[in-house]
């Protein structure tokens, strides 16, 4: 079971930023790719972005196109979004996850406590 630990979520206001950061622990993280999910309020977890393992290419839902960013720093084993315009609606705790299948992340693995983030209208 890879420990992941992610951090960054608060509160901000419609329009602001946060920068969501994800260590795993206890394995290579430079060959897997990696993802980020969330779940808002009483709904289902949902698929945000992922990335492959050297970062050269990234998916996002639809939702968050042009306004999220995935990336990594495989030298720090630190995988990032950076989430711009943000809108009450991206409110959800956001978990990150190994993507083991690719980085479309289909069968994700989770292993943290995910860190909540909150947008005020």
């Known amino acids: 079971q890879v420990q992941l630990v992610e951090s960054g979520g608060g509160l901000v206001q419609a329009g602001g930023s946060l920068r969501l950061s994800c260590t795993p622990s206890?394995?290579?993280?430079?060959?897997?790719?990696m993802g980020w999910f969330r779940q808002p309020p009483g709904k289902e977890r949902e698929f945000v972005a992922g990335?492959?393992?050297?970062?050269?290419?990234?998916y996002y839902t639809d939702s968050v196109k042009g306004r999220f960013t995935i990336s990594r720093d495989n030298a720090l084993s630190t995988v990032y979004m950076q989430m711009n315009s943000l809108k009450p609606e991206d409110t959800a705790v956001y978990y990150c996850a190994t993507c083991p299948y690719g980085a479309a992340c289909r069968n994700p693995r989770f292993g943290g406590q995910g860190t909540q983030v909150t947008v005020s209208s």
């Open positions: 990335i492959t393992p050297s970062g050269g290419y990234t």
């Open positions: 206890g394995r290579t993280f430079d060959s897997v790719a």
